[in-house]
């Protein structure tokens, strides 16, 4: 079946640190992948998102490319702030039996310091 | 645009008490509807899933139900509450679209749910 693995968490950076978050999936096929954002208490927002291989989703300053060839999607920002401090979950969606359920990873907490 | 609503927001309940969630979409029509759990410090679980009236699959068995009562309503339900059942409980929505496949979701706000 389908499986995304995320790196394990808390990350923790400094203002202005690079940031990686590791993110491989499984699937048969060609699936869509996503990255998802879940800040303090509320629901998660769809940061960004690729549909097909070497597609690079972009929003808010994170990248992130679609890896087939290792698949990976991994997510990355040049220069990380405080209000980035969040939860962040990589997702891959692929038809399975005619149902659209998505797959997601457990998630890696991120924390920014000043 | 679209919106999502969850209430109520937060929830202290008693062990063994009735549970009524309710979310609704605005701005779509004959939207994927979706009920995810989320306990403190882990990752998302699916409860159940909609892809029209009257039509539930259930993802985990345990003492919750889902009705899908109209189009853009989706509620989550228990006869007796358990102290397992605490979490923070979120509703998604997503494009059904006979053209074209999507997989994005839409998250509401979330409810807050503490079994005592």
């Known amino acids: 079946g389908n499986s995304v693995t995320q790196m394990e968490g808390p990350v923790t950076l400094s203002e202005e640190a690079f940031l990686t978050i590791n993110c491989t999936y499984t699937?048969?096929?060609?699936?869509?992948l996503f990255w998802y954002v879940q800040y303090p208490g509320e629901g998660l927002q769809l940061l960004l998102k690729a549909t097909k291989a070497d597609d690079k989703g972009s929003n808010k300053g994170f990248e992130a490319t679609y890896r087939k060839e290792t698949t990976s999607f991994h997510l990355e920002k040049g220069s990380v702030q405080v209000s980035d401090s969040a939860v962040y979950f990589c997702a891959l969606g692929h038809a399975s039996g005619g149902s659209y359920i998505p797959t997601f990873g457990r998630g890696t907490s991120l924390i920014v310091h000043p | 645009s679209q919106t999502i609503h969850q209430w109520p927001a937060t929830l202290v309940q008693p062990v063994g008490s009735p549970l009524s969630l309710e979310c609704t979409v605005e701005g779509t029509s004959n939207p994927n509807l979706y009920w995810y759990r989320q306990a403190a410090g882990r990752g998302l679980q699916l409860l159940f899933y909609?892809?029209?009236?009257?039509?539930i699959s259930s993802e985990v068995p345990q003492n919750l139900s889902a009705s899908r009562p109209q189009d853009r309503q989706f509620i989550l339900s228990s006869k007796k509450l358990l102290l397992s059942d605490s979490g923070f409980y979120l509703c998604a929505w997503s494009v059904r679209d006979m053209m074209r496949v999507t997989y994005e979701q839409y998250f509401g706000p979330g409810t807050r749910l503490t079994v005592t």
């Open positions: 699937a048969t096929g060609y699936p869509s």
């Open positions: 909609s892809v029209g009236i009257g039509q």
